[in-house]
């Protein structure tokens, strides 16, 4: 870990602990707090390119599914996320008039999410509310692709802890409108929605990657040596690379208390690994229900 890295982590460890200290000075004021069942369903398009099994960039749709559960109030947040991705992807390769090369690859990939923000109040107002905190993900990839042969089955895992920023923007109609349209004249009643934007910015990022190539086979030394431990004899855990994550999403709160949104995911990560480097980038249209459950 270089001084640059440490200054970042310190910086961060201090403004969140001067939040907690705040939010425990004005623990005599009573903010409402609102939980929510999160169900999400997301179409994604991918890329990556893993230079231990191959130059080539690979890139394609898939499905996206999540459920969280989150914690809100005017002065903190938080929320935990479980989510799971698959796509098929296929490979960038220079067009040939003889033989066109193809193929085809599999990419699953399983993440967990938990992040705590607490209100800036010097950057929010009556209608703009500014939190900052940080996250911890982790997520892990299972790749397959047959035309690779040895390399088919790739695998890493990526652990960041992020420093997070969120910014609200309260866009509700509270006034009943009515729209002119020359036949008819709709009148859309008064609702409460909100405009979100959140970035997260990998401040320690590690990733659990192999050697120069995924083919390797280790010593097998009787019985001391099991299966898992020789597959993965030749991952090594390192700290370097980065990642990014931003979301933008719109939010419609309905008269029961539930709320709906749709909202826009982008994601890029690099992690060079001791060797060899592992790239991706992804956009999400995803559509989520709020469902408003009791305190637990």
Partial sequence: MNKYSISILLLFLLTVSEKVISQKRDSSIHYPTNHYTLLSVGL??????????SPLFYSGLGLDLNAA??????KKEGIFEIGLGISAHSPRVPQSSYIQPGGL???????????R????DALSNAKNNTKIGGAIIITQNVRGNPALQNNAMGLENFTNLMASA?????????????????????TFKPVKRDLRFLMNVGVLNFNYRPGYAYTYDSEINGTETGPVAWAFSNYKWSLNGFRLKTQLEYIK?????NARSLSYVWEAAHAPGKHEAFQMASHRIQYTIHFHTKQR
């Fill in 44 to 53: 994604t398009h991918s890329t990556y390119r893993d230079f231990a099994t």
């Fill in 69 to 74: 559960w989150l914690k809100r109030a005017d």
């Fill in 105 to 115: 690859s599999g990419f699953a990939h399983l993440r967990l999410f938990y992040q």
């Fill in 117 to 120: 923000l607490w209100k800036i």
């Fill in 166 to 186: 969120q910014w609200t923007r309260d866009i509700s109609r509270t006034e009943e409108k009515q729209v002119n349209l020359w036949l008819f004249k709709p």
């Fill in 253 to 257: 709160y309905l008269p029961n208390g």
